[in-house]
């Protein structure tokens, strides 16, 4: 008897196939890359309040120089022991700061590079009711965005520790840019925290609305033991759709955050501990790391970010014969910098108990 051919299609897909019988067209690359870099930037918390500066890398390179502006300052004209200079023909009554000698640089390198893997045997696709897209997309994504926050996070806390046991014993180069917003040995936070957090940011010379507090989840909780915080009428409407991923409201008109996955140094260790529940680190030159790390305090422009061309969630794939799997790797290449100084521009404050 002969086989009458089935107009069914088997094992196709890629290319952009647009049969939906494309059995493979769920494993194309291209697709998992989007649905992967959705699903890690929704998880990204301190990656989400990071300047996006991609664009200075799209064409190539690795490396963006970021000038390190003098503040101005502005001098009497008119009315002043100058004006009679104004007038006359040399007119040398104005001086011009000379931006050829600004305070250096920042620099942003792409160096850091991370990836997930898994494979899918056929026995499992052939017996799994799951979609597998939808769940290895999510562990994925999930996956990337947490090792990227822990890189942040570690880049912060090196900023605004002293001697950082896991970093030679090394002093950060923002140590001193502290808020004390509990009590001592305390993870609760107190209204006169609160009120030192506004002080802060306004001697700063700065807005409060360009600050967002990323709290640790213990000092978190503490939040709702003050009824300020628990209303909506001062932390806004219920519905307002949140900005990041860990959004839980507002305080002093300031975007709380809540994150676990600080990154710190105990006490004797050498090695950095990730989303530990008891963050402690030290503010002054000392070496028994006793202080609480309640949070941070993060001015918008404090967190630079270059993602590597092509490189934000790049997926590959291939079959394997040898196990009969599909094997997938997500990479994403990146490089991060800190801005902000110990003193007219502070950008990042360690929160800690008084």
Same mark, same amino acid.
């Given at each position: 008897?002969?086989?009458?051919?089935?107009?069914?299609?088997?094992?196709t897909?890629?290319?952009?196939?647009?049969?939906p019988?494309?059995?493979l067209?769920?494993?194309?690359?291209?697709?998992?890359?989007?649905?992967?870099?959705?699903?890690m930037?929704?998880?990204?918390?301190?990656?989400?309040?990071?300047?996006?500066?991609?664009g200075?890398?799209?064409?190539?390179g690795?490396?963006?120089h970021?000038?390190?502006?003098?503040?101005?300052v502005?001098?009497d004209?008119?009315?002043?022991a100058?004006?009679?200079?104004?007038?006359?023909?040399?007119n040398?009554?104005?001086?011009?700061?000379?931006?050829?000698?600004?305070?250096?640089?920042?620099?942003?390198?792409?160096?850091?590079?991370h990836?997930?893997?898994f494979?899918?045997?056929?026995l499992v696709?052939?017996?799994?009711?799951?979609?597998?897209?939808?769940?290895?997309?999510?562990?994925?994504?999930?996956?990337?965005?947490?090792?990227?926050?822990?890189? %942040?996070? *570690? /880049?912060?806390?090196?900023? !605004?520790?002293?001697?950082?046991?896991? =970093?030679?014993a $090394?002093?950060?180069?923002?140590?001193?840019n502290?808020?004390?917003?509990t009590?001592a040995?305390s993870?609760? %936070?107190? *209204? /006169?925290?609160?009120?030192? !957090?506004?002080?802060?940011?306004?001697? =700063?010379?700065? $807005?409060?609305?360009?600050?967002?507090l990323?709290l640790?989840?213990?000092?978190?909780?503490s939040?709702?033991?003050?009824?300020?915080?628990a209303?909506?009428?001062?932390?806004?409407?219920?519905m307002?759709?949140?900005?990041?991923?860990?959004?839980?409201?507002?305080?002093?008109?300031?975007?709380?955050?809540?994150?676990?996955?600080?990154?710190?140094?105990?006490?004797?260790?050498?090695?950095?501990?990730?989303?530990?529940?008891?963050?402690?680190?030290n503010?002054?030159?000392?070496?028994?790391?006793?202080?609480?790390?309640?949070?941070y305090?993060?001015?918008?422009?404090?967190?630079?970010i270059?993602?590597?061309?092509?490189?934000?969630?790049r997926?590959?794939?291939?079959y394997?014969?040898?196990?009969?799997?599909?094997?997938?790797?997500?990479?994403?290449?990146?490089?991060?910098?800190?801005?902000?100084?110990?003193?007219?521009?502070?950008?990042?404050?360690?929160?800690?108990?008084?």
């Open positions: 008897m002969a086989m009458v051919p089935t107009s069914n299609q088997f094992l897909g890629g290319l952009q196939d647009s049969n019988r494309a059995g067209q769920k494993f194309v690359p291209e697709v998992w890359g989007m649905a992967v870099r959705d699903y930037e929704k998880n990204l918390v301190f990656g989400n309040l990071a300047t996006d500066l991609s200075l890398v799209a064409n190539g690795d490396l963006i970021l000038p390190q502006h003098d503040e101005l502005a001098s004209l008119y009315g002043s100058n004006s009679a200079t104004l007038q006359s023909d040399t040398v009554g104005i001086t011009y700061d000379d931006t050829t000698t600004a305070g250096g640089e920042y620099q942003l390198i792409v160096n850091k590079a990836y997930a893997a494979a899918i045997s056929d696709k052939a017996q799994s009711s799951y979609e597998l897209m939808d769940i290895y997309t999510k562990k994925m994504g999930y996956s990337l965005a947490k090792k990227i926050d822990a890189e %942040i996070s *570690k /880049a912060i806390f090196k900023a !605004l520790t002293y001697n950082d046991g896991a =970093n030679s $090394a002093n950060g180069g923002l140590v001193g502290l808020i004390d917003i009590g040995g993870y609760n %936070i107190d *209204k /006169a925290g609160i009120a030192n !957090l506004i002080q802060a940011v306004h001697i =700063n010379d700065s $807005a409060l609305e360009d600050w967002t990323v640790n989840p213990k000092c978190y909780a939040l709702f033991k003050l009824d300020d915080f209303r909506y009428d001062v932390i806004g409407s219920a307002a759709a949140p900005r990041v991923s860990g959004y839980v409201g507002k305080l002093a008109g300031v975007d709380v955050i809540v994150s676990n996955n600080f990154v710190y140094v105990t006490s004797g260790e050498s090695e950095y501990t990730v989303a530990g529940a008891t963050p402690v680190f503010s002054t030159n000392i070496t028994d790391e006793s202080d609480h790390l309640n949070g305090m993060i001015h918008k422009d404090a967190i630079n270059a993602w590597s061309a092509g490189m934000k969630s997926v590959q794939s291939e394997d014969l040898t196990s009969l799997s599909n094997r997938f790797v997500a990479d994403t290449v990146y490089g991060v910098t800190l801005v902000g100084n110990t003193g007219t521009n502070k950008r990042l404050f360690a929160c800690m108990d008084a």
